[in-house]
């Protein structure tokens, strides 16, 4: 579905119109299915109402938006999909990991503390306290949990354990 906008110009000689074909919302190559997800989720503001998505549907428009560079709606697509999913360490991680994107990683520190509540010992959450430990400041606790992830790690984990030690030299 496309819609249209009609510009008028005028000249001295004449006046026309232009009818300028505008792309959709959300471009092409998403599917169809994302696209009317997306199209649902935006129009609850329209109508000022919460509408209720399943998780995986809320992490689909979350990584849209973060695709898209559109952090802030990002951001504000986890805190609606948290009232209903309040115990979703996804979202949580989610959300800290796009508030240290944007340079807010003192935010960050507590959501990440309650994903340790719903996920603890979960590799992935301690990846991103020590991340954003790193990136306060904090540099000897960050390698402290950093050397214990070593022993806890599976192969993959382990590169992102060596990428995050990395930022500490």
């Known amino acids: 579905a496309y819609a249209y906008i009609t510009f008028a110009k005028a000249t001295a000689s004449t006046k026309y119109c232009i009818q300028h074909q505008v792309t959709p919302m959300y471009p092409r190559n998403y599917s169809q299915k994302l696209r009317q997800l997306l199209a649902r989720y935006e129009t609850q503001f329209q109508a000022d109402r919460d ?7 809320y992490l ?4 849209y938006f973060e695709e898209d560079s559109q952090l802030t709606k ?9 009232v209903h999913h309040p115990s979703s360490s996804e979202i949580l991680l989610k959300q800290a990991q796009l508030l240290m994107d944007i340079g807010r990683a ?6 990440i503390e309650q994903a340790k509540v719903f996920a603890p010992g979960q590799v992935e ?3 991103l306290h020590a991340e954003a430990m790193v990136n306060l400041g904090q540099l000897e606790k960050a390698q402290t949990l950093l050397d214990y992830l ?3 790690a599976d192969a993959h984990q382990l590169s992102d354990v060596f990428l995050i030690e990395a930022l500490i030299c």
């Open 51 to 57: 509408l209720y998505f399943e998780l995986d549907a």
């Open 60 to 63: 689909e428009i979350i990584s």
């Open 74 to 82: 990002a951001l504000e697509a986890c805190e609606r999909a948290f």
């Open 106 to 111: 003192g935010d960050a520190l507590p959501i």
């Open 125 to 127: 959450v301690e990846l």
């Open 150 to 152: 070593k022993n806890e």
